[in-house]
């Protein structure tokens, strides 16, 4: 525990329900005035482990519910509301009790790994980070058995993307289909269809989580000469996308079977994609394609089944180590993100 006690979200980024601040326990005599109970009892005297009380946040007078799991902290349980935790914080800091990490359990080997917990989108990414919170990518990297670094080396991947999603472009010709498969995978109306060409001008993106990992759908514009200028800055937009894709789908109208050649910048990770299979039912895919209907969801379910796999042939199996610092996102580490 450090001297100067310090407050942390525990909870992820974003809207949610419930907020959850940890507080650590000696700041208690310095802030318990800022709370009152509803049945304006006073606060018993120690011990206060494993006791809740429904309280009032004083400042603001907000009903909240105090917790004291253990004698390392007590939690203040809020609305999931970014703006009411960052004021909690701020009255907090007001009375020394500053920004930190979130308390690390008794039992957790890697108290940076379990610093990211909170950030992630799914219980999947979340399980990767509890295994190397409990110390499967210290132990990896303490190890020079060579099985161990090549299962380091089939994770890099994986560790790159537990915070960052992975990016998906979608790309073809106009009126191939794009928008509408955008809005297909969203679930609802994301990218605007028109039947006129050169309709998408910007970057139209879907986030979404599919089988526990998080990827982003990024709607681009039809590649094709013209001397519009806003249609000729979205296809350079479109350009910029495919090329920091992590994975292409290459939409091709069934109906008219026209293929537009490939930007030279994409030389591999692309999956060809056959799009309107409703209006051509008999129309067969020659192997390694993929063929699909935005209309009738036809080939969709296996379109995400091969883009996971695509991405991610060997997921990392439970206990394993893997590289999470990889993502880049080492920033989290050192401060709570609201």
Same mark, same amino acid.
């Given at each position: ?197 050169? @309709?998408?001008? =910007? #970057? *139209?993106?879907?986030?979404? $989580?599919?089988? &526990? %990992?998080? +990827?982003?759908?990024?709607? !681009? ?53 056959? @799009?309107?299979? =409703? #209006? *051509?039912?008999?129309?067969? $895919?020659?192997? &390694? %394609?993929? +063929?699909?209907?935005?209309? !009738? ?42």
């Amino acid at each position: 525990m450090s001297e100067q006690p310090t407050a942390s979200v525990l909870t992820g980024t974003g809207r949610g329900a419930i907020g959850v601040i940890s507080v650590d326990l000696p700041a208690w005599e310095s802030i318990k005035h800022l709370f009152e109970r509803i049945n304006q009892k006073p606060f018993p005297v120690s011990p206060l482990t494993n006791r809740y009380f429904f309280v009032r946040w004083l400042p603001t007078g907000e009903e909240m519910l105090l917790v004291f799991p253990n004698e390392q902290w007590l939690e203040i349980h809020t609305h999931g509301n970014p703006l009411i935790l960052e004021q909690l914080l701020q009255t907090l800091a007001e009375h020394g009790v500053t920004p930190g990490l979130p308390p690390t359990p008794v039992g957790i080997a890697d108290p940076a790994a379990w610093a990211l917990v909170p950030h992630a989108k799914t219980v999947r990414i979340a399980n990767i980070l509890l295994d190397q919170a409990h110390g499967a990518y210290v132990r990896a990297m303490q190890s020079n058995d060579p099985a161990i670094q090549e299962i380091l080396r089939k994770n890099s991947s994986v560790g790159a993307h537990l915070l960052e999603p992975w990016k998906i472009a979608l790309t073809g010709a106009t009126n191939a289909g794009k928008s509408s498969l955008l809005n297909a995978i969203a679930g609802y109306e994301r990218s605007v269809v028109s039947e006129v060409h050169g @309709t998408t001008r =910007d #970057l *139209v993106e879907y986030t979404g $989580a599919f089988y &526990g %990992w998080v +990827l982003k759908f990024t709607d !681009t514009a039809g590649i094709r000469e013209t001397s519009e200028e806003l249609e000729s800055a979205g296809i350079l937009r479109a350009k910029r996308a495919i090329e920091s894709a992590d994975l292409v789908l290459h939409l091709i109208d069934a109906t008219t079977l026209q293929e537009s050649p490939l930007p030279q910048e994409v030389t591999e990770n692309i999956i060809p994609v056959f @799009t309107k299979a =409703d #209006l *051509v039912p008999d129309f067969v $895919a020659p192997p &390694g %394609w993929e +063929l699909v209907s935005a209309t !009738t969801h036809r080939g969709l379910e296996q379109l995400i089944q091969q883009i996971i796999h695509r991405l991610i042939p060997h997921p990392p199996l439970p206990g394993e180590p893997v590289p999470y610092l990889a993502s880049g996102n080492s920033s989290l580490l050192t401060t709570s993100s609201l």
